[in-house]
């Protein structure tokens, strides 16, 4: 008993540091909690983890999956059972539902109280439409990462079909609608399996990414693509990305069709009829890699048809000097303001009609307060824009009329899903409110 002594006294102080430890970690949780609930950031903006109590043993796998541990924390563990304490924060990456040894997480769209709408896809991301398949933003998946597997992995499901049909004569095998991250990987797939393919694109490579500012940052987890194998970005600014995929084009020889717009999809025989504004084409399936900012959301107040408003901000050196006003409270919002607002001799208003900033990431939301601190933008929540005139705006703020000279406007109020193309060609559009 006396010899075993020193291994029970070790025994116990390694217990009591992992307590404390262990403690000290429940705290900071309960804490990040409380705080997120005070500033109104309980919505998820996208996909995000639902965790079941029954199943989850508080083994912490999935806390230390995490991509954005240790910065920021989405997941923390209290009363030893994981919880959501940073709802906005998630970035819908999914490596806590992979580490999950239980089975315990689910990742889900949209909350009861925010519904996400969404086409309806399989597993397969096919729609209810057989032979016609979404990937990427457009099916909800924004992160880069996320859209380029979700291409690749349809277009491998394309390519295993297309071995029992073959397109013959003029008919494609797939038709790719879209060269953003989704409709890149794909093409970049369709190529890999021999298919015949055609990719089109309203406008250039990168599809969204391409819209971002200029300079913007971007996150990449290590992805996958097709020919080129696993490419170890993890964030680099927009001009590099971009640059990256122009250099994988013109190495692998893929084609992509700039400058066409999809107009119409027509069910023909074993396949469909595609119209485009540079022709028609016949293909055995279809793969919509939309983004869902192509139609942006407008306010609908007068004077929003003035040249001076705009819907998406490429270079903030162009307002240099300017007084402007910047509408919305989503990442683009708060990177828009704050990129206008370190130009000289600007004056810059963000209008948000909430209460708090909930949908933007921690990293803008913390610039946007050092911005506002240091006086550099003016916060206005729980506004409306009302009025947009040559020189001035005037806005709402809890019945209290404002007006501020204003040399131009941004409108970041988010993109109008294509809801009424997509029904139109039977794909059926669903809600989601906390549903895998």
């Known amino acids: 008993m006396i010899e075993s002594a020193p291994y029970i006294v070790l025994l116990m102080a390694i217990w009591a540091i992992y307590g404390g430890l262990k403690g000290r970690h429940e705290r900071k949780a309960r804490t990040l909690r409380s705080e997120a609930a005070a500033a109104g950031l309980t919505e998820p903006a996208s996909l995000h983890p639902k965790i079941d109590p029954a199943r989850c043993k508080g083994c912490g796998a999935c806390v230390s999956a995490c991509p954005e541990q240790p910065g920021h924390f989405v997941l923390g563990m209290i009363r030893g059972r994981v919880e959501l304490i940073n709802p906005t924060d998630c970035i819908g990456h999914g490596a806590c539902r992979a580490a999950c040894p239980h089975d315990a997480i689910t990742l889900v769209f949209g909350t009861e109280r925010r519904g996400v709408d969404l086409p309806l896809v399989s597993e397969e991301f096919e729609t209810n439409v057989p032979g016609i398949f979404i990937a990427g933003e457009l099916g909800g998946m924004g992160l880069i990462r996320n859209a380029i597997t979700q291409g690749r992995q349809a277009m491998d499901v394309i390519a295993r079909r297309c071995k029992e049909n073959k397109a013959t004569g003029d008919w494609l095998d797939v038709l790719i609608v879209g060269a953003g991250p989704a409709g890149f990987s794909a093409t970049l797939g369709a190529k890999q399996h021999g298919l015949r393919y055609r990719t089109i694109e309203q406008d250039s490579l990168g599809g969204t990414v391409f819209q971002f500012p200029r300079g913007k940052l971007v996150m990449t987890q290590p992805a996958e693509l097709p020919i080129v ?77 003035q040249p001076k408003v705009v819907y998406r901000m490429i270079d903030p050196e162009q307002y240099r000097g300017q007084k402007v006003l910047v509408v919305g409270g989503g990442d683009s919002a708060l990177e828009a303001a704050c990129s206008i607002a370190e130009q000289p001799d600007t004056t810059v208003t963000l209008s948000y009609r909430s209460g708090a900033i ?79």
């Open 229 to 305: 194998g696993l490419v170890k970005f993890r964030e680099l600014q927009k001009e590099e990305l971009l640059a990256f995929w122009q250099k994988v084009e013109r190495e692998t020889g893929v084609e992509i069709h700039y400058s066409e717009r999809l107009d119409e999809v027509h069910k023909e025989n074993d396949g469909f009829r595609v119209v485009t504004t540079k022709g028609e084409y016949r293909t055995r399936h279809l793969l919509l890699c939309l983004g869902r900012r192509g139609t942006p959301r407008k306010l609908g107040v007068p004077g929003e048809d």
């Open 358 to 436: 909930t949908r933007a990431k921690r990293k803008n939301r913390e610039r946007l307060e050092r911005m506002v601190e240091d006086g550099r933008i003016d916060l206005l929540l729980k506004s409306n824009v009302k009025e947009i005139h040559p020189d001035h705006v005037v806005l709402d703020q809890e019945g209290e009329r404002i007006e501020i000279p204003n040399d131009a406007v941004i409108i970041n109020a988010g993109g109008i899903l294509p809801t009424p193309f997509l029904e139109r060609i039977g794909i059926e559009v669903v809600t989601k409110r906390g549903e895998a």
